[in-house]
């Protein structure tokens, strides 16, 4: 018997063969917990773990830190550091970033460059981006766009 009509290997009909379904990847870190009220939350991709000195890293899916920064009022009301989750994925690591993102309620990105699917993920959810020169202190990048003063 051959493979004739699409019936065998896994096709439209059955079969199950194949090399299996690809399944998501999962991100296995938890989420912040969300700003106060009034506050803004503020994510950049950092370097290295110095809270508010920390350097932008040259790249945002797959840089080792994120710093998630909150913001009321231009001022810097608290700063966390986080180890990047899609830093060591195969693939999808800009689309896994932004939703991760996305759920810690970042309204605002302060990045060098930005893969084109990630901005686009961060575009249709309404954050901001800014562009910002890599090797700059977190700090000196939120006072550059003029979020901190």
Do not use: C
């Not at 890293?57 to 994120?66: L, V």
């Not at 710093?67 to 896994?96: C, E, F, R, W, Y």
């Amino acid at each position: 018997m051959g493979y004739g009509y699409g019936r065998g290997r896994g096709g439209r009909w059955g079969g199950g063969g194949g090399w299996g379904k690809k399944r998501g990847w999962e991100i296995p870190l938890q989420q912040p917990p969300p700003p106060p009220l009034g506050e803004v939350r503020v994510a950049a991709p950092v370097a290295d773990n110095n809270g508010i000195n920390s350097v932008i890293s040259q790249m945002f899916a797959r840089s080792p830190y994120i710093a998630l920064v909150d913001v009321k009022n231009g001022q810097v009301v608290s700063v966390n550091i986080h180890s990047n989750p899609a830093a060591t994925m195969p693939q999808g690591a800009g689309v896994a970033l932004a939703q991760w993102l996305i759920s810690s309620n970042v309204r605002v990105v302060l990045a060098p460059n930005m893969g084109a699917n990630l901005a686009q993920v961060l575009a249709q959810a309404g954050v901001y981006a800014y562009q910002v020169p890599p090797n700059t202190r977190l700090i000196d990048a939120l006072r550059l766009v003029g979020i901190v003063r």
